[in-house]
């Protein structure tokens, strides 16, 4: 029933911009804080951003603050990734979800994520 698709990915050098996309359906994506995490070859997924339901309110991790920028469109069921400045630390797969009400709940299952691959 829940669905979350990633897109917008693909190869930058370092310096430039992409913009992600991730969109949701199967639950009511107004009432849930989402997220973007992402996760490296031989790394643990880390969380990157979030974003309240309404979008008052964003977190980010230090290492991307002041480069990437999450919003969301609760209209469009759709939650993106604004990167500038891009790294190639940065590259990784992205992937998004929204985040549980409760701590006892899990997460829904992950998607296919985006690869975001910064090199010259």
């Known amino acids: 029933q829940v669905q979350l698709v990633e897109s917008g990915g693909g190869l930058v050098q370092p310096g430039g911009s992409l913009r992600l996309s991730c969109a949701a359906s199967g639950f009511t994506f107004s009432s849930y804080a989402m997220s973007w995490y992402r996760q490296a070859p031989g790394k643990e997924r880390e969380l990157v951003a979030a974003?309240?339901?309404?979008?008052?309110?964003?977190n980010y991790a230090d290492s991307v603050k002041g480069r990437l920028t999450i919003s969301r469109d609760n209209a469009k069921n759709t939650v993106y990734l604004q990167m500038n400045s891009l790294k190639p630390e940065d590259t990784a797969v992205y992937y998004c979800?929204?985040?549980?009400?409760?701590?006892?709940?899990?997460?829904?299952?992950w998607g296919q994520g985006t690869q975001v691959t910064v090199s010259s």
């Open positions: 974003i309240t339901s309404a979008g008052g309110s964003t």
């Open positions: 979800n929204a985040i549980p009400w409760r701590v006892d709940l899990p997460f829904y299952d």
